[in-house]
């Protein structure tokens, strides 16, 4: 069982415009609503994909409701901590016209101690039937990045695989407590090591300088250009073909799905990068958010080229 944790979970709408203008009205060509939070984007695709995912995190009043009754389809099965406060909503708006994507993301009610140590008592028992356990994106107010190093050291306590994609302070701080793995884009590694990471050999230099302190698998994100990854296998390259993308929106953590499949599976690390690959891709050519067609994936899985540097 892979347990994906969503602690600011969302309902994703996703609205589509002609020449969407600020300061004017805008009518709504079609609109779609899903269940998100970069967790929940990570669970779909894993799903899809045939593993038994179980979702936690936070979720509350009636927005709460719908979130996990919209994952059922999925055959996602839920173990949230309720909250009374409502969760929260997340916009996208696609200008077909422009070609661009514009995001209102809202913060998502406050949590208190009491809340969280409810949670983490539920998660402890939660994480006993998990084989990996993938922990994504921001955290509701009234939380920290104290709030991931608490959940990685019960995790790691029970000598499970721990996924951490989260961006900013809260990746800084969940590293301290040496999560499994990480994902940060060029940015982020950056900001984690002050690296100026303008070739491939700084990136290099840079995940291994984090990997070191004790991080098993750096992958890197290189959007078009792929990924890179160090571990105790060695240090990889996989290389995507080009698609036609759809919405990007959501393909890290379709890429986080990937590696927590090829985890849980015991695959190696060429292996999990190359299946992680083709399911980013995958998701890329499509227009829902964290949602892939296996027919898709498999065309790609052959076209993906992971090389040992």
């Known amino acids: ?34 269940p998100g939070g970069k967790g929940l984007n990570v669970s779909k ?29 999925f055959g996602i099965k ?21 070609k661009v994507q514009t995001e209102f993301l809202e913060p998502g009610f406050t949590l208190t101690e009491e809340d969280f140590a409810g949670f983490e008592e539920k998660f402890r028992n939660l994480v006993k039937e998990a084989k990996v356990v993938a922990m994504s994106g921001s955290v509701p107010k009234g939380l920290d990045g104290t709030a991931y190093q608490r959940l990685i050291k ?29 994902k940060p884009n060029i940015d982020e590694i950056r900001m984690l090591t002050g690296k100026n990471c303008d ?8 995940a291994k ?8 698998i750096v992958a890197v994100s290189l959007g078009a250009d792929g990924s890179l990854a160090v571990g105790n296998e060695g240090i990889f390259r996989a290389l995507v073909p080009r698609i036609n993308a ?42 829902e958010t964290g949602f892939f067609v296996m027919e898709d994936m498999e065309k790609l899985l052959p076209q993906i080229e992971v090389t040992k540097l």
């Open 199 to 206: 070739d491939i050999q700084d990136i290099i230099d840079a």
């Open 45 to 73: 695709p894993a799903s899809i994909y045939g593993a038994e995912v179980i979702a936690t995190g936070f979720v509350g009043g009636y927005a709460g409701d719908y979130i996990e009754n919209a994952l059922k389809p």
């Open 78 to 98: 839920s173990a949230f901590y309720h909250v009374a406060a409502e969760s929260r909503s997340c916009i996208n708006i696609w200008d077909e016209v422009n």
């Open 246 to 287: 759809v919405n990007t929106v959501g393909c890290g953590d379709s890429m986080i799905a990937g590696f927590a499949l090829g985890l849980s599976r015991g695959l190696s690390l060429p292996e999990t990068m190359k299946l992680a690959s083709a399911i980013s891709a995958a998701a890329a050519m499509r227009e």
């Open 154 to 182: 019960i995790v790691k306590e029970a000598g499970i695989p721990v996924i951490l994609d989260t961006s900013g302070k809260l990746l800084e701080m969940g590293i301290e407590a040496a999560p499994t793995m990480i």
């Open 1 to 34: 069982m892979i347990l994906t944790v969503t602690l600011n979970a969302a309902i994703d709408k996703r609205y589509v415009v002609n020449n969407f203008k600020t300061g004017e009205v805008n009518r709504v060509k079609e609109c779609t609503y899903v």
């Open 209 to 216: 300088e984090i990997y070191a302190k004790g991080v098993e």
